[in-house]
């Protein structure tokens, strides 16, 4: 076989694979006899919405699955001619982390905590290649600079706790690139990661697949970074790949129908208008929650971590205020604080009245009107109550008046205007979906008829075409109830698509603040400017005036 | 899109009711619960032997359940009946008595238990010095020799006889095993119920609350937990009459502390999850975010521990009756049947009922526990 012959096999050929979950008896298909080929240094990015079977897909490739629960009904896994799912497990280990090797979505637990950055790299090294100890060092502290690590010397002692979010996955990503793979699976590398942080991996991605010449499976949800990043697509929902072709073409003219839907589905609409004259409903004044760090033995106070700073915001009904900024900026705290769910420094009003006046149990009767909605539509439901009682729970405290009777036909009522069925409300959370789930954490916060409720990151636990029905359905709210919202969220498309006004956090303060046409088409910080462009167009900013 | 994405929907009637009275959870549980067989079977005999237990009077008694005397239906099972109606002289009828059982037969019947000792009943009729060996390893003769019509007499019938033999004191082994049992198992069930209902608030105090309530409450337990119960119960057995409340009493004090740790460590985790601070943000107090929202968690933990716990105390108070620090003197305990089979090796039928009757008692237990931490075990998945 000649060199150019070589050149257009594919590395990578998947045949009529599928994949079956048994459990209790019954088995479900989680893949559908899928076929796809992954060309020499070529990028496919498998695409679809959670429960589609990508990352199930991803992980068959290198028998990652948690056989015999699982199993392969049908299909060959073909790299370079090797059929890898009749492989035994020794070959299996063989190719794994050498030829093939993977990311994974979560830097946070895809590192072991307890051993520093160089045993781990270097575990790898010693896996498939003898070599010396000081070789396998010079060969991770080159691996670490490759991947963009600063001072990589001093980086081989640290713990996976000293990194950041970003550096975690650059060291995820050095230890994937160890042995020179020749395939390179991506298992959603980046949705963990704040957007500028984001921009930098994909950028690093991109120039170490150039340079090596690898060829990659990358696996997203993200329409933009497929867009900007892969040289082929594949789209999947229910197991099956439905449209496969070159990025340009599945963009330019989707063929299938769910193809088509996927790319519609991004947020879209406008905000409301600024009413300048709305009432005020939240007023708040050089807000600060500090939390002090103590130290010794007598618990002096050291210093203080400033979670907030000395922050001030208006919110009028009828108008939503957007907090953005990268995660720890402090956007959360400052949701809490305004609820006062959490101690604070500075004046807030709410419907004139001081609230930083009132203790804990005097904000009881306030707490009505003052509504929260979580960002994970699976953490913040209990799963042991049925949605009836989850959204009758604020009634029973607020609303006594009313009889058991009355009470559930507010809560149908309730359920009704979020778009759910009322006579499922007798099930449990875990029998819904997440965008159910997060209609139903919307209507326990609407029953008590709130005037202020704060959104934090409500739609960024969701598939993209649930979110655009979330977003809708929270501005049909606002507007039939003049609510004021206080919309906290990383993703600015969502941002865009509902604030009016914009407050731009960082390390507690504010960077910049003003009307939501201001901050996104004119804004004026370095710090903002790198943000949009980190978000919109997934463009990393080498200034420095971001986070690695 | 509104329909739930679930596969139970035959849980639910056409108006979206659930049937039954089990949540969906808890019917997925009981399902586990099934699936593992020998669990299932266990606390199905469990079930029957602890409610024959429970009816241990009608079994094993040394009155008749029913007599019929001079056209009159009398209870002996519920009522005590002074002996003077029968033309005796006691305060209590001695029904087991051949002039009272001659006087009844003559003007009526009695319908005796299955077996006619109780738990304290001496049988007076023992054909050698006790411990006397159950009845089928003895012929037929030496059985009833001591009746005084030897085996003619009325007396020499199946009720009458000694099916594991008697113990040291004439007594009938099989009603002190049916009583010991029940005694047991009713002593391990108060007992266990008792902690988990006291450790069970505590382990949610300290968890829920945290920082100093936490702390203290550790040192607390700490400290008492490393106290020596043995000699504790010993000293105060000592200056306490012993009985059943006062020996529960005492292990109380110190058994909850097995239920703190896991239910703090439940609460820990869980004060912090949204769905308790989208309750906070409601306005819901602290008391009934911990029992709504807090405690199903924990319960899981807890009911996992219960059947290992129970069978621990059944343990403990088998072992203290063996020492002879547990139930008075006279009580039907299994410890005691053990110290007797010791004390008595010429005499193997009391050593190896008490055994096979824990034994058997307490692998039961374990074997329902397993099945509840099947049933509990959300990630368990069967093929």
């Known amino acids: 076989m000649s060199a150019a012959a070589k050149n257009q096999e594919p590395l990578l050929s998947v045949r009529d694979l599928s994949v079956a979950f048994h459990q209790e008896g019954n088995s479900q298909l989680a893949v559908d006899r899928i076929s796809f080929d992954i060309k020499r240094g070529e990028t496919v990015a498998l695409v679809g919405e959670s429960g589609s079977g990508k990352s199930v897909s991803a992980l068959s490739v290198l028998k990652l699955l948690p056989y015999p629960a699982a199993s392969h009904p049908s299909g060959e896994v073909l790299f370079k001619g090797q059929d890898l799912l009749a492989a035994r497990e020794p070959e299996i280990r063989d190719v794994r982390g050498n030829s093939v090797t993977m990311i ?33 060092r010079r060969q991770v502290i080159e691996l670490l600079d490759q991947v963009g690590i600063r001072d990589p010397r001093q980086r081989l002692a640290s713990y996976p706790h000293q990194l950041s979010g970003g550096q975690r996955q650059r060291v995820m990503i050095a230890m994937a690139l160890a042995n020179r793979p020749e395939l390179l699976i991506a298992d959603e590398p980046t949705t963990a990661l704040d957007v500028t942080v984001q921009a930098q991996i994909l950028e690093l991605l991109k120039d170490l697949k150039t340079r090596h010449g690898m060829a990659m499976l990358f696996i997203t949800h993200d329409l933009g970074i497929v867009r900007k990043f892969a040289d082929r697509v594949c789209v999947m929902t229910k197991g099956q790949i439905v449209e496969t072709g070159p990025t340009a073409e599945i963009f330019e003219t989707p063929q299938h129908e769910y193809t088509k839907h996927l790319l519609s589905a991004e947020p879209k609409g406008n905000p409301p208008p600024r009413a300048e004259t709305a009432p005020m409903v939240m007023q708040a004044r050089d807000v600060k929650v500090w939390f002090p760090v103590k130290q010794g033995f007598l618990r002096r106070t050291v210093y203080h971590i400033k979670a907030v700073d000395g922050l001030s915001l208006d919110l009028r009904a009828g108008q939503t205020l957007g907090v953005v900024g990268e995660s720890g900026s402090g956007k959360t ?25 009132r203790s804990f149990k005097q904000m009881k009767p306030l707490r009505s009107s003052m509504q929260v909605v979580f960002q994970d539509p699976f953490g913040s439901l209990s799963p042991r109550m ?37 006579a499922t409300r007798w099930r449990y959370p875990h029998e819904f979906s997440g965008g159910q789930r997060q209609r139903i954490a919307i209507a326990r916060a609407m029953v008590l008829k709130p005037r202020f409720v704060m959104l934090d990151e409500p739609t960024s636990a969701l598939d993209m075409s649930v979110q655009a029905q979330v977003v809708d359905l929270l501005r049909d709210l606002q507007a039939r109830h003049e609510l004021a919202y206080l919309f906290i969220s990383h993703d600015l498309k969502v941002v865009r698509a509902l604030a009016n006004d914009v407050i731009v956090m960082r390390a507690g303060k504010v ?38 | 899109m509104n329909a ?72 002996p099972v519920a009522v005590d009946y002074p002996e003077e109606k029968f033309g005796g002289f006691l305060a209590r009828t001695d029904y087991r008595d051949p002039f009272i059982r001659e ?4 003007n009526g019947w009695m319908l005796w238990p299955p077996i006619r000792y109780s738990y304290t009943t001496a049988n007076s009729y023992i054909p050698h010095s006790a411990p006397t060996a159950p009845f089928w390893l003895m012929d037929e003769e030496t059985r009833c020799q001591a009746y005084p019509l030897g085996d003619e007499d009325p007396g020499c019938t199946l009720g ?44 949610a105090v300290q968890g829920y609350f945290g920082g100093w309530t936490d702390l203290l409450l550790q040192r607390f337990i700490e400290i008492w937990s490393s106290m020596p119960v043995l000699y504790i119960l010993l000293i105060i057995a ?31 985790r869980a004060r912090n999850f949204e769905y308790v601070n989208a309750a906070r943000a409601l306005g819901v107090g602290n008391g009934t975010i911990m029992f709504r929202h807090l405690l199903p968690n924990a319960m899981v933990a807890t009911l996992t521990f219960l059947p290992f716990i129970l069978s621990g105390s059944i343990t403990t108070l088998t072992s203290l009756d063996f020492l002879g620090f547990g139930l008075p003197p006279g009580s039907p305990s299994l410890g005691e049947l053990i110290a007797q089979g010791k004390r008595n090796l010429q005499a193997p039928w009391l050593g190896l009922t008490a055994f096979f009757t824990i034994s058997i008692m307490l692998s039961l237990l374990i074997f329902i526990g397993e099945a509840t931490r099947d049933a509990f075990d959300p990630r368990k998945t069967f093929r």
């Open chain 1, 104 to 136: 994974f979505q979560e830097p946070m637990t895809s590192l072991n905590p307890l051993q520093t950055v160089e045993k781990q790299v270097s575990e790898i090294l010693h896996l498939h290649q003898p070599i010396a100890a000081d070789e396998a």
């Open chain 1, 333 to 357: 705290t400052l949701g809490l604080a305004l609820m006062r769910l959490i101690r604070s420094q500075g004046e807030i009003h709410f419907n004139k009245l001081p609230l930083h006046e």
């Open chain 1, 386 to 422: 049925s949605i009836a009682d989850i959204v009758g729970e604020g009634l029973a405290i607020h609303a006594r008046e009313l009889s058991a009777k009355e009470r559930d036909r507010e809560v149908a009522n309730a359920l009704e205007e979020v778009g759910l069925d009322a």
């Open chain 1, 511 to 548: 960077v910049e603040a003003g009307s939501a046409d201001k901050i996104f088409d004119r804004p004026e910080t370095d710090y903002t400017k790198a943000l949009m462009a980190a978000a919109f167009n997934l463009e990393a900013t080498t200034t420095g005036v971001v986070s690695e």
């Open chain 2, 4 to 75: 739930p994405s679930s596969t139970m929907d035959d849980a639910y009637d056409s108006k979206g009711r659930p049937k039954g009275w089990l949540s969906p959870t808890n019917r997925r549980r009981w399902a586990n619960f099934k699936a593992n067989r020998r669990g299932y079977w266990s606390l199905w005999i469990f079930m029957i032997l602890f409610i024959a237990s429970l009816l241990a009077e009608f079994i094993a008694n040394d009155r008749p359940i029913l007599v019929s005397y001079k056209g009159e239906i009398l209870y």
């Open chain 2, 103 to 106: 006087e009844i037969e003559a």
């Open chain 2, 160 to 203: 009458n006889m000694n099916w594991l033999g008697t113990d040291d004191q004439a007594r009938d082994v099989t009603a002190r095993m049916i009583y010991g049992f029940r005694i047991s198992v009713l002593f391990g069930l108060t007992l266990t119920v008792f902690s988990a209902v006291i450790g069970v608030a505590a382990g």
């Open chain 2, 238 to 268: 000592a200056v306490l009459p012993p009985g059943f409340w006062i020996l529960l009493g005492i292990m109380l004090l110190f058994s909850w502390v097995a239920f703190v740790g896991v239910v703090r460590a439940e609460f820990l």
